[in-house]
Nanobody
Framework: QVQLVESGGGLVQAGDSLRLSCAAS????????MAWFRQAPGKEREFVAA????????YYAYSVKGRFTNSRDYAGNTVYLQMNSLSPEDTAVYYCAADRTVDTYDRGTPYYTRKNTYDYWGQGIRVTVSS
């Protein structure tokens, strides 16, 4: 059974940093794209960042570009989201997601940034940034 488990969330102050982790088990995701989404209260779930099989290929939402960094470990089954210069607007539940399709060629930015690309989801972890 595939499981994605997020960790590293919490309550921080504006300007602080946090690193989220997502450990995938029950499958091999080292050759698949993985992503982070977030959902703030009363809002739709939105794309944050994605990383392809090659860790050099990453995508970011405009709102987090330059502040957040998406990476994955050597084995490929754990992804990280380093979040710097956090602001109250980053407050949300953050979800890790994994695509079951092997990432053999570039399917284009829209593919990696849309929710319905991803087949597996974590339970979400809360990040709260106080002003």
């Amino acid at each position: 059974q595939v499981q994605l488990v997020e960790s590293g969330g919490g309550l921080v102050q504006a300007g602080d940093s946090l690193r989220l982790s997502c450990a995938a088990s029950g499958g091999t995701f080292s050759r698949c794209a993985m992503a982070w989404f977030r959902q703030a209260p009363g809002k739709e779930r939105e794309f944050v960042a994605a990383i392809r099989q090659s860790a050099d290929n990453t995508y970011y939402a405009y709102s987090v570009k330059g502040r957040f960094t998406n990476s994955r470990d050597y084995a490929g089954n754990t992804v990280y989201l380093q979040m710097n210069s956090l602001s109250p607007e980053d407050t949300a539940v953050y979800y890790c997601a994994a695509d079951r399709t092997v990432d053999t060629y570039d399917r284009g930015t829209p593919y990696y940034t849309r929710k319905n690309t991803y087949d597996y989801w974590g339970q979400g972890i809360r990040v709260t940034v106080s002003s």
